[in-house]
């Protein structure tokens, strides 16, 4: 499975930034697909996540009401629509693939190559 992001870039803190993310490859019938971030000199944490059917997704509480995730099944994609945002939420976001919804980096078994959110004051 190949796992690629589009997106990122710089911007000003209140601003806006779009992530996709684009799965391919031999999928299974029933996975979820998230993003993660890591900042310098921080662990890698879990942003948002949302399962296959859509019906269920989740959010960090520090990017609640901000950040909205959605998918597109026909297409195997994944967006994070970024709004908003902190200076806080700057680091290399990651799109992840894996068997459910799931909260750590182990729980999951494909990731991209990471994109750079960068937020400036």
Do not use: H
């Not at 803190?13 to 684009?22: D, I, K």
């Not at 799931?102 to 990731?111: E, G, I, N, S």
Request: glycine share 10%; net charge positive; with cysteine.
């Amino acid at each position: 499975v190949q796992v690629i992001e589009s997106g990122g870039g710089l911007v000003q803190a209140g601003g806006s930034l779009r992530l996709s993310c684009a799965a391919s490859g031999r999928t299974s019938s029933t996975y979820t697909m998230g993003w993660f971030r890591q900042a310098p000199g921080r662990e890698r944490e879990i942003v948002a996540a949302i399962t296959r059917s859509g019906a269920t997704t989740y959010y960090q509480d520090s990017v609640k009401g901000r950040f909205t995730i959605s998918s597109d099944n026909a297409k195997n994609t994944v967006t994070l629509q970024m709004n908003n945002l902190k200076t806080e939420d700057t680091a290399v976001y990651y799109c992840v693939v894996g068997p459910a919804l799931a909260y750590y980096t182990k729980q999951y078994t494909y990731w991209g190559q990471g994109t750079q959110v960068t937020v400036s004051s």
